[in-house]
């Protein structure tokens, strides 16, 4: 006899696995992320980082051990929770210009994801599930609830995957500029060749082999195609 439920059940399963498995693949990016962070800033020390001296009487630049890590995260304002994570090739530093505005009116967190700017860089762990999990004990070490998430590019692929994985924490998400593996409309945004770098950097060793005493020159063809000052292109250079 044909059980309706349970084959849905199994076909959410199958689904989801499937999502998880893509979405590790297109996180393999973060790995030479953390070899350059790993060997140039065993010790990183965001609340000297002149990008706060704009945001400080507001906002303020913290840390926190989650998940196996130590997460960087700024923080300010007050009201329902508002968590921001950047995309790539960015950090935190890509919400400065609204957070002021956004903390009148929430408590906003912009955090570094694991291996990124001020965030400590870890052998491993990249994978869009580990990742979100980051975020959600984060959120559970600040004691947000209810939170709101806004997850711009590889952000948005992280946010996902926490609206997945923990939907019982938050109260909506909004993803920015992003397709997210597994889910229609994928396969089309990676057929360009606009999206050549997901695949170099996704071929074991080769980016770090490749762009190790290049970061300015493999990032700066990235900056070109936004308008990045050059004090952000500095910023984010630095970030990774």
Do not use: C
Request: proline share 5%; glycine share 10%; charged share 20%.
């Amino acid at each position: 006899m044909f059980d309706a439920e349970s084959y849905r059940r199994r076909r959410n399963e199958k689904e989801q696995m499937n999502i998880q498995f893509n979405l590790s693949k297109v996180l393999a990016v973060f790995v030479l992320v953390t070899t350059v962070s790993m060997s140039a800033q065993p010790t990183p020390k965001p609340q000297t980082d002149p990008a706060m001296v704009d945001l400080r009487n507001v906002f303020v630049s913290s840390m926190a051990n989650v998940n196996g890590t130590t997460l960087h995260y700024v923080r300010g304002g007050k009201g329902p929770a508002l968590v921001l994570i950047h995309g790539f090739p960015q950090d935190w530093f890509e919400y400065q210009r609204i957070m002021p505005r956004l903390a009148k009116y929430f408590t906003v967190v912009a955090v570094d994801l694991r291996g990124i700017g001020g965030s400590k860089a870890t052998p491993g762990g990249y994978d869009a599930a580990n990742m979100a999990e980051d975020i959600d004990q984060l959120m559970a070490a600040l004691k947000l609830q209810h939170v709101y998430v806004v997850g711009h590019d590889i952000g948005g692929q992280v946010a996902y995957a926490l609206v997945r994985r923990h939907p019982q924490d938050l109260r909506g998400a909004m993803i920015l500029d992003s397709t997210i593996p597994g889910v229609a409309g994928w396969d089309e945004s990676m057929s360009g060749l606009a999206v050549w770098h997901v695949g170099f950097m996704q071929v074991p060793g080769l980016a770090e082999k490749m762009v190790a005493g290049r970061q300015a020159a493999y990032f700066g063809y990235f900056f070109g195609f936004s308008k990045f000052t050059r004090s952000e292109q500095a910023h984010y250079l630095k970030a990774y």
